[in-house]
């Protein structure tokens, strides 16, 4: 059965910290990983799209890793803000299908 | 400004009610999504449309019926069948261009609450 599990379910962390999500897919085969935001109440929003092929991709504070042979991912946030609080949610696909495998995601919380 | 429309925020609705969820998109994208968001638990897929006046059942479509009669527009109907219908729904369009690319957009989301 194709999943995605994303740990920790929660976190809390101070602002100027660094943090790792983690995420495990057994999602085969597999086309591509994206990362989003969630603010609470709001529309996810994409933070990054990678292949089989690629193993980093950053978007400012935010890296993502992602190690296909094992099948895992992390996003690492670096010098954490207090408007990175969000949920972050992992999302597979696998090939030849549009149809995206939904992390129940990792909740952040930065406190001052 | 480009995107996603979903409308309303947030609704109340009487058991035995059916509601409509308005999704307007001028993004010019070829697919539309209904999800449903619960606490503690991923997106799972109501509905998807790649074209217009053609749409397939996701994961969970019991209780749920959208049209697609013009390519900007995906409307949710909640029915009275829909058994447990409070939740948060996502509409979400993606391009469709070729490749693997593609960025999937999402609404702002609507609440609903049956009381």
């Known amino acids: 059965k194709n999943q995605v599990e994303q740990s920790p379910q929660s976190l809390i962390i101070l602002e100027g910290k660094n943090c790792t999500l983690q995420c495990n897919y057994t999602v085969s085969p597999f086309s591509n990983l994206r990362w989003y935001k969630q603010d609470t109440g709001r529309g996810p929003v994409s933070l990054t799209i990678m292949t089989f092929s690629e193993n980093t991709k950053s978007n400012g504070r935010y890296t993502a890793t992602l190690d296909a042979d094992t099948k895992q991912s992390s996003l690492h946030i670096t010098a954490s803000q207090l408007s990175d609080s969000a949920s972050y949610i992992c999302v597979v696909s696998g090939e030849n299908t549009d149809k995206l495998i939904f992390g129940t995601g990792t909740r952040l919380q930065v406190f001052p | 400004d480009g995107g996603i429309t979903q409308s309303p925020k947030y609704l109340f609705r009487k058991e035995g009610q059916n509601v409509t969820l308005s999704c307007e998109q001028n993004l010019n994208h070829d697919a539309m999504y209904w999800y449903r968001q619960d606490p503690g638990q991923g997106l799972r897929l109501i509905y998807y449309?790649?074209?217009?006046?053609?749409?397939q059942k996701g994961d969970i479509a019991e209780g749920y019926s959208v049209s697609r009669e013009k390519k900007e527009s995906f409307p949710l109907t909640v029915t009275s069948a829909q058994k447990n219908p409070t939740a948060f729904y996502l509409c979400?369009?993606?391009?469709?261009?070729?490749?693997?690319?593609?960025?999937?957009?999402f609404g702002e989301g609507s609440w609903l609450t049956v009381v």
């Open positions: 449309s790649q074209i217009v006046n053609d749409f």
């Open positions: 979400a369009s993606n391009p469709l261009t070729p490749g693997i690319r593609n960025t999937i957009y």
